[in-house]
Nanobody
Framework: QVQLVESGGGLVQSGGSLRLSCRAS????????MYWVRQAPGRQLELISS????????YYAPSVKGRFTITRDNPRNTLSLQMDKLRPNDTAVYFC??????????????RGQGTQVTVSS
């Protein structure tokens, strides 16, 4: 079955960096667009980034553009998110996802269990 397992979250000071990874299995990773979504406390899911199969068409939400970089390693079935210049309002649970219909995060067919990112001021 489809499995998405995130790792790399943690506690970091404002201005710091973290790198998230997502290991995918159970489907043909190299044939689908992949997504990162996040959910801050008390807020709705936010789609922050996605990447096509050839890594030529990344998408970034305005809230993270210029600070986050999404990459994928198709042979290793791995999706990554390099997060730089982190801010306290980046604090959230971050999920790797696929099959996000209409790029609507609540309509992602599959999500991992998430990894917590906490940015202190």
């Amino acid at each position: 079955q489809v499995q998405l397992v995130e790792s790399g979250g943690g506690l970091v000071q404002s201005g710091g960096s973290l790198r998230l990874s997502c290991r995918a299995s159970g489907f043909a990773f190299n044939t689908v667009r992949m997504y990162w979504v996040r959910q801050a406390p008390g807020r709705q899911l936010e789609l922050i980034s996605s990447l096509d199969i050839s890594s030529k068409q990344p998408y970034y939400a305005p809230s993270v553009k210029g600070r986050f970089t999404i990459t994928r390693d198709n042979p290793r079935n791995t999706l990554s998110l390099q997060m730089d210049k982190l801010r306290p309002n980046d604090t959230a649970v971050y999920f790797c996802a696929r099959a996000c219909a209409g790029n609507i995060p609540a309509r992602c067919g599959y999500r991992g269990q998430g990894t917590q990112v906490t940015v202190s001021s």
